[in-house]
């Protein structure tokens, strides 16, 4: 004991003790021993108590640990946890390693991240295209290295947050030469010349422990953190890897093969397209999105095939690395407006709000793709187009169906045949009704001379439907005599003599005979239908109708409506409600054709 002891707080002249308190004299009493073993099992309760919450991360996880917890007080306050900081995910070092790795100028990067329940080492190396492809490189289980963490996975976690808890305690020693030893004899960790560490968590003692044991047995290249809004706790290292390879800029090219036809020549040839060029590079959680226009080919509703590539191929297709293939269907000759998305390196899906896309599959062999296509498109002959349309109904929807449907088709047709199409047509109404109630003029028939498509769909626009009074006979029979002044007419530019020439007849009435035939009224102009549909087919006018369901009388009516509907149908009949303006454009125009096989990828460009 000091001889000359000091008190007040003061330091004792002959020695280093300090006495900050007043004078005890004596040994310690019964209170001061039970007040140090609760403040002592206090602090234990606690520690265990906070590595229970970091490890389980809730209040019903811990209490499956409450066996393993050394006892405490009744009401313990809530743990305090750490709030330690994490690298940052996307650091200049981290993104010159990710340029360096898809340049070649570095052979792979290694990964190792300590987690509750692994030990994970992943390897990343580029292709040949520069994307980045990740493999394990040889990940160990807790248990393999200390048996002590052997079994379920709430104890281990528990052990490795800090937890001490009542079991056999896992000696700190042991832990360090067990991981050291693990460090030093890896193969990918003893070889890796650029290594990253992956520190998504904070506060777990034992996992924080072996991370330092990693710094010092192998300095990393680079330390990166848990990207915005990333669940540490609920990621994969894997697909933490994958997200964070996802920031590497593009090497080549992603582009999306198609096919391109010479409007002049008609050969096909293979396309491609840039989505994302080289240089692109997303942030962390980022997505790019490229929107394309590609055209659909001969076939209506043709599947077809969109391979994604990396790199820009060869004349044959090789030489470059296809990524993904689906398959959609595309309208004949239209638009479709297609999305892709890029995910990051070698990933570009297509984009939900777009065409249906089937799933992905097996890749298609792109050279063999490339060959098989055809050697050129065969262009139809030159198209003329007739329409007669019942203007009369018996309300203003029935006639305003059969001038829609017109339109539609013409609108069709137009898509699918181009300069090559001519549309004349011929709006009938009935004789008495309409040349008494709708006009300050006899008016029978509209009429729109062979031009232009856009010239007969904007005519159509101010034609207006008028309503029927008698159910018996409309009158075709004129607007087919002036259908057949239209086809005789001289173009006003030259048409080949190959032109083809189609007559579509829409109506729901027959026409009226040259003269009364029992109830069936004789047309007021002695016009006789059968003269002028046998004068149409004698110019080679092939003539097809789309008569609606006939709902009137029986009798003689209904079996001279039937005849007569029987003959002008003749060359292709349509039905209302089941053929559509497709199905009717597909029967009018003459078919275009492939040079070889049908094409398998979308156009580039438009046919027309």
């Not at 409007?263 to 491609?272: K, N, P, Y």
């Amino acid at each position: 004991m000091c001889a000359t002891p000091d008190t007040g707080g003061q330091e004792c002249a002959g020695c280093s003790w300090r006495m900050w308190d007043d004078p005890v004299l004596g040994a310690l009493t019964d209170e001061d021993t039970e007040a140090a073993r609760t403040a002592l099992h206090t602090a234990q309760h606690a520690w265990d108590l906070r590595a229970a919450t970091l490890s389980t991360g809730g209040a019903e996880g811990v209490r499956r640990l409450a066996p393993l917890l050394r006892a405490g007080p009744a009401e313990p306050a809530p743990p305090s946890l750490p709030a330690g900081s994490l690298p940052p995910h996307d650091s200049a070092r981290w993104q010159q390693i990710l340029t360096d790795l898809v340049a070649g100028r570095i052979p792979d990067v290694v990964f190792a991240e300590f987690t509750p329940d692994r030990l994970h080492v992943i390897r990343a190396a580029a292709d040949r295209s520069g994307i980045p492809r990740q493999t394990d490189a040889g990940s160990t289980d807790w248990a393999s290295l200390l048996p002590l963490l052997d079994g379920d996975a709430e104890p281990r976690r528990f052990r490795l947050a800090g937890g001490i808890g009542t079991q056999e305690p896992l000696d700190r020693a042991e832990f360090d030469t067990a991981v050291s030893r693990w460090l030093r004899t890896h193969p990918a960790l003893s070889r890796a010349r650029t290594l990253v560490l992956l520190g998504r968590r904070t506060g777990w003692v034992l996992l924080d422990r072996a991370a330092d044991l990693l710094r010092a047995a192998h300095r990393p290249s680079a330390e990166i953190g848990p990207g915005p809004g990333e669940a540490a706790s609920g990621t994969d290292t894997a697909d933490a890897v994958r997200a964070a390879l996802r920031t590497a800029p593009l090497a080549v090219d992603h582009s999306l093969l198609l096919a391109r036809v010479d409007r002049r020549t008609g050969e096909v040839h293979a396309h491609t397209q840039v989505l994302f060029p080289a240089g692109s590079r997303l942030r962390r959680g980022e997505t790019a999105t490229a929107e394309i226009t590609v055209y659909g080919g001969l076939a209506a509703r043709a599947p077809v095939l969109l391979p994604v590539l990396a790199g820009t191929p060869e004349a044959d297709g090789s030489g470059a690395v296809t990524l993904s293939a689906r398959r959609t269907a595309l309208a004949a000759f239209a638009p479709a407006r297609l999305a892709f998305v890029l995910h990051g390196p070698g990933e570009v899906t297509p984009h939900e709000g777009g065409p249906h896309a089937e799933g992905r599959g097996e890749l298609p062999d792109v050279p063999a793709l490339v060959g098989s296509l055809p050697r050129r498109v065969i262009h139809p002959p030159a198209l003329d187009v007739f329409l007669t349309v019942d203007m009369s109904g018996a309300d203003a929807g029935e006639a305003g169906e059969r001038l829609g449907f017109a339109r539609d088709v013409i609108a069709t047709l137009a898509r699918r045949h181009g300069p090559g199409l001519r549309v004349g047509i011929v709006g009938h109404y009935d004789h008495a009704v309409h040349e008494n109630r709708y006009g300050p003029r006899p008016l029978l028939l509209l009429r729109v001379p062979p031009g232009p498509a856009r010239a007969a769909l904007a005519a159509l626009t101010g034609w207006r439907p008028a309503r029927r009074e008698q159910d018996t006979a409309s009158s075709l029979e004129d607007a087919l005599k002036e259908a057949g002044r239209l086809v005789r007419a001289r173009p006003g530019t030259a048409r080949g003599p190959d032109t083809r020439r189609v007559l579509l007849v829409i109506g729901r009435r027959p026409p009226g005979l040259p003269e009364q035939h029992e109830v069936v009224p004789a047309c007021p102009l002695g016009a006789d239908w059968r003269a002028e549909l046998d004068a149409l087919r004698a110019r080679g006018v092939r003539v097809l109708a789309r008569a609606d369901p006939d709902d009137g009388p029986k009798g003689p009516v209904r079996h001279y409506t039937a005849s007569a509907w029987d003959a002008l149908r003749a060359g292709g009949s349509f039905r209302p409600g089941t053929d559509t303006a497709d199905d009717v454009a597909d029967a009018l125009a003459p078919p275009w054709q492939w040079d070889g096989p049908p094409c398998p990828l979308a156009l580039a460009t438009p046919l027309l």
